[in-house]
T-cell receptor, first 112, second 112 residues
Framework: DAEITQSPRHKITETGRQVTLACHQTWNHNNMFWYRQDLGHGLRLIHY???????NKGEVSDGYSVSRSNTEDLPLTLESAASSQTSVYFCASSESGETEAFFGQGTRLTVV | QKEVEQNSGPLSVPEGAIASLNCTYS??????FFWYRQYSGKSPELIMSIYSNGDKEDGRFTAQLNKASQYVSLLIRDSQPSDSATYLC????????????FGPGTRLSVLP
């Protein structure tokens, strides 16, 4: 069955370190998204991609970057981790157009 | 005004009752609407999508869309304790490309 997987599921890192969260989907979806979810803020869009070599900033993109070198993967990089980036991160993908999105299991990141 | 609004709850209903969850959105041109369920500590999972005015039924779930009123709702019939979760409304707003904007979620508690 097609799926979307995130790794790691849990990570603790120190302030100032670079961290990369992986997202891999086998749906062959063109669209991929990264969200963070915090109490009181709901799901907020960090970055998104509509296809290979396409990346765009979402509403909370400062301190994050993504790259899309193939259809299946959209890794999220925290350039210099900050305590404010402690959160649960979700990757999602959808087919082109306005169809439903499917989510990965999430990554709980703690920056100490 | 936030783009997608929901009552945060908690909404408590007795087992077997109908739970009614509501969502309003800001962009009259929006065409695609989704309901997700999220259990504590888990990722959002799609319940239903709806694109046309009227009702769409799937088992115990019915989504209702009224584009003129910019309103979408989810009814859960014969509510079960296993339905206790946070319900997220998501909209692809007309001026947001193919991105999903999520409401803050409504926490539902079904009491045995």
């Amino acid at each position: 069955d097609a799926e979307i997987t995130q790794s790691p599921r849990h990570k603790i890192t120190e302030t100032g370190r670079q961290v990369t969260l992986a997202c891999h989907q086998t749906w062959n979806h063109n669209n991929m998204f990264w969200y963070r979810q915090d109490l009181g803020h709901g799901l907020r869009l960090i970055h998104y991609s509509y296809g290979v070599q396409d990346t765009n900033k979402g509403e909370v993109s400062d301190g994050y970057s993504v790259s899309r070198s193939n259809t299946e993967d959209l890794p999220l990089t925290l350039e210099s981790a900050a305590s404010s980036q402690t959160s649960v991160y979700f990757c999602a993908s959808s087919e082109s157009g306005e169809t439903e999105a499917f989510f990965g299991q999430g990554t709980r990141l703690t920056v100490v | 005004q936030k783009e997608v609004e929901q009552n945060s709850g908690p909404l408590s209903v007795p087992e077997g009752a109908i739970a009614s969850l509501n969502c309003t959105y800001s962009d009259r041109g929006s065409q695609s609407f989704f309901w997700y369920r999220q259990y504590s500590g888990k990722s959002p999972e799609l319940i239903m999508s709806i694109y046309s005015n009227g009702d769409k039924e799937d088992g115990r779930f019915t989504a209702q869309l009224n584009k003129a009123s910019q309103y979408v709702s989810l009814l859960i019939r014969d509510s079960q304790p296993s339905d206790s979760a946070t319900y997220l409304c998501a909209v692809i707003l007309d001026n947001y490309g193919q991105n999903f904007v999520f409401g803050p979620g409504t926490r539902l508690s079904v009491l045995p």
